[in-house]
């Protein structure tokens, strides 16, 4: 496991953790900590269980171009095996029915830097308010840069991010308008960068937000980017959320799956230590998320349905909440598949697909500092081939 409080900080004192416990217990009390039971065990019911998918075919490894992950295809095939998000969160899991049954905090370390994170976002209610108006974001940058500074780095310990840079526009300060808001991110600034990663061999492209300390990618829909133009219509419906039947090449759908295989085989080059290798991505829109996971070692391939951002009521779904803060604190609060019988997880075939070049993906994957331009091009017009023979009559 790694090391939290290194890269989260010095620990929280004890007298402080008293303090937010004893604050967020008066905010919430026996009745509501009876309904946030039930938002915690809604993520173990079937209708939130993560579903296995095989790969039918893909281009991850075309013997003639890496593709970039905008135009990756990747056909995913439902199988009939579904695994719980508790299977895959254990130590969570356990904490918060602690906390909600006996008021309890965890004594491990790292996980209860992350209960301290939870419930220091749950009872800031300001830092929530601008969540509620996601679906007003003129474009992906806006909503990009919100969802960092008031969900992600709000419940991640490790809050640092990089949006990527290559956006046409590039905010300096959050556009809400909530007074508290910290304007400028985490630690005084927006951080704009390369997020760039792969290989010009096989998949690869730019992230739109990576949670550096996290190390979790995020893939965002704004509406504009991704229109939507049906055959039998003049209309354009501009693509808010996710399409879930749709998994062509290009879709959002197929590129968090290729985006999340890449970071995983990334991941595990770097940390060849860890206890599992199930790296989770993070897809979102102004109105819902959903998460995928791969297991580089296994060969597993996990998908989730959407889950909403904002409840009946128009406030933060906390079902949803307690699957984003386990997602991003997977380094301290995941099991991956450890708990699972392996042999009844339906593999994904990625590795067979990418057979030819999975050395590549192995071996030779880089984060940052990539150019993608210099790839092999040649003309399809026959009258610039060399050293041909010409079969057939000749004059």
Request: with cysteine; proline share 4%; aromatic share 10%.
């Amino acid at each position: 496991m790694a090391d939290a409080e290194q890269e989260a900080g010095p620990s929280v004192p004890k007298k402080l953790k008293r303090s937010t416990l004893e604050k967020f217990c008066e905010e919430f009390g026996s009745d509501s900590f009876e309904l946030l039971k039930k938002h915690i065990f809604d993520l173990k019911k079937e209708t939130m269980a993560l579903g296995t998918f095989a790969i039918g075919s893909c281009n991850a490894a075309d013997p003639d171009y890496g593709y970039c992950f905008t135009k990756a295809a990747c056909s995913l095939r439902p199988t009939k095996v579904k695994v719980t998000f508790g299977s895959l969160f254990l130590e969570p899991f356990k904490a918060l029915n602690e906390l909600f049954c006996i008021k309890s905090l965890p004594k491990d370390g790292p996980v209860l830097m992350c209960v301290q994170k939870l419930m220091e976002f749950m009872l800031n209610k300001e830092m929530q308010k601008p969540l509620e108006d996601l679906n007003d974001c003129s474009d992906e940058t806006e909503l990009t840069v919100i969802l960092a500074t008031h969900l992600f780095s709000q419940l991640s310990i490790s809050p640092s991010f990089t949006v990527n840079n290559r956006n046409h526009s590039q905010l300096k300060r959050c556009p809400c308008t909530s007074e508290k808001c910290p304007k400028t991110g985490w630690k005084g600034k927006i951080h704009y960068g390369d997020t760039s990663i792969g290989n010009s061999e096989v998949w690869h492209g730019f992230l739109d937000l990576v949670m550096d300390g996290a190390e979790v990618l995020i893939d965002t829909v704004d509406g504009e980017e991704d229109t939507v133009t049906y055959i039998d219509s003049t209309i354009e419906i501009k693509q808010k959320d996710f399409e879930m039947t749709d998994v062509s090449a290009g879709s959002r759908i197929a590129q968090v799956a290729a985006e999340t295989i890449v970071y995983s085989f990334y991941y595990r080059s770097l940390h060849p230590e860890s206890s599992h290798f199930l790296i989770p991505s993070i897809g979102v829109s102004g109105s819902e998320v959903l998460f995928y996971f791969y297991d580089s070692v296994n060969d597993v391939l996990l998908g989730s349905t959407t889950f909403k951002l904002m409840d009946f009521e128009d406030k933060l779904d906390i079902t949803t909440v307690f699957a984003v803060w386990m997602v991003l604190n997977h380094k301290y609060l995941c099991n991956g598949l450890n708990e699972l019988k392996l042999d009844q997880v339906p593999k994904s075939h990625f590795t067979e697909h990418a057979k030819s070049k999975l050395h590549v993906y192995r071996e030779e994957l880089k984060k940052g500092n990539l150019d993608f331009r210099h790839k092999k091009v040649w003309s399809v017009d026959p009258r610039t081939f060399t050293g041909t023979v010409l079969l057939g009559d000749k004059e």
